[in-house]
């Protein structure tokens, strides 16, 4: 199974940009969704953005649409979260992961909370007003 280790956070005032990087150790062609993900302290987990890789395709939560950016390195087996315009409520710890089965639709890989997959240990995002 592939391991992946997410670095780039920190700490910024509104309206200011982080890159976020999740490094793997291996190729991840072979996963459905690479995703981000992320939790606020007291709140359920949810997607942020992704890439589908059997086009390629980008999926994003309402939320981070037209701030967020998600990209992939294919010789790096890097995913990485460009941010930008963060709000406070962005505050979080991302984690990436990696999921070996099909979503059923692309918006899943956001949507949906995969049942199987393979986490990062997550790094903390905090945006101060």
């Known amino acids: 199974q592939v391991q992946l280790e997410e670095s780039g956070g920190g700490s910024v005032q509104a309206g200011g940009s982080l890159k976020l990087s999740c490094a793997a150790d291996r190729r991840t062609h072979r996963y459905f969704c690479l995703a981000w993900f992320r939790q606020a302290p007291g709140k359920q987990r949810e997607g942020v953005a992704a890439i589908f890789t059997p086009d390629g395709s980008t999926v994003y939560a309402d939320s981070v649409k037209g701030r967020f950016a998600v990209s992939q390195d294919k010789a790096k087996n890097t995913l990485y979260l460009q941010m930008n315009s963060l709000l406070p409520e962005d505050t979080a710890m991302y984690y990436c992961?990696?999921?070996?089965?099909?979503?059923?639709?692309?918006?899943?890989?956001?949507?949906?909370?995969?049942?199987?997959?393979?986490w990062g240990q997550g790094t903390q995002v905090t945006v101060s007003s």
């Open positions: 992961v990696a999921t070996p089965i099909a979503p059923g639709n692309p918006s899943n890989c956001v949507n949906k909370t995969p049942d199987v997959g393979y």
